[in-house]
């Protein structure tokens, strides 16, 4: 099993270019998570999905959008990029909602940089 | 709302010191514990967890255990190596609302010197 991986490892934007980041699980997970990780501020959740067809806001949405395309992929988009956004993004993974186990599972992050 | 504090960094120690790294939560209700840790150029992997007050989770040497009663689950390790070199990170899930969410402290910087 590859675990959740993540596309691009490292991108360059300029600001107003959009751009997708890719992630996908293979370990059947329903919920599936996007975080930025910016220094001195831990991980900030994004977005996330409890389940295929459902998405909700996280922490800091504002200039991101997000499809869940199936159960296994979520992407995550910025349509208009801003020097805010730059920062590392981690996708991560979770069994099931509501279980007792919580334990999330992360891709090995997209570092980006927007000019 | 929930939130997670843990101590600044870094914390530089000589191979086979004692490490704590603290850990102070807010929550309602009966929240996890978790502590993640970030090798460098890489994601977040589960270290350990507890899920219920007393518990006591441990791996690779590290142990937390839930403290309810001061709301804390502080890390520990009896003699760290220099692979133990990393950032690591507190974090918690709650119930009701979102269960799904982890919220994390900002990260602690270990750096281990030979």
């Known amino acids: 099993n590859a675990g959740v991986t993540q596309t691009p490892k490292f991108q360059v934007l300029k600001t107003g270019q959009s751009m997708t980041l890719q992630c996908a699980q293979d370990?059947?997970?329903?919920?599936m998570y996007w975080y930025r990780q910016d220094p001195g501020m831990g991980l900030r959740l994004i977005y996330y999905?409890?389940?295929?067809?459902?998405?909700d806001k996280g922490e800091v949405p504002n200039g991101y959008n997000v499809s869940r395309l199936n159960k296994r992929e979520f992407s995550l988009r910025l349509e208009s990029a801003a020097p805010s956004q730059t920062s590392v993004y981690f996708c991560?993974?979770?069994?099931?909602?509501?279980?007792?186990?919580?334990?999330?599972?992360f891709g090995p992050g997209t570092r980006l940089t927007v000019t | 709302g929930n939130s997670v504090t843990q101590m600044e960094g870094p914390v530089t120690l000589s191979e086979e010191a004692f490490l704590t790294i603290n850990c102070t939560y807010t929550?309602?209700?009966?929240?996890?514990l978790f502590w993640y840790v970030q090798y460098p150029g890489e994601g977040l992997q589960l270290l350990l967890k507890a899920t219920k007050a007393d518990d006591k989770g441990s791996n690779k040497g590290f142990e937390a255990t839930y403290r309810k009663e001061t709301t804390s689950f502080h890390l520990e390790k009896g003699s760290v190596q220099v692979s133990d070199s990393a950032v690591y990170f507190c974090a918690l899930t709650g119930y009701g609302g979102a269960t799904n969410k982890l919220i994390f402290g900002t990260g602690t910087l270990l750096a281990v010197q030979p």
């Open positions: 929550a309602t209700g009966y929240p996890s």
């Open positions: 370990m059947n997970h329903n919920s």
């Open positions: 999905s409890a389940s295929e067809g459902t998405t």
């Open positions: 991560a993974s979770r069994e099931l909602a509501g279980r007792s186990s919580h334990e999330q599972y």
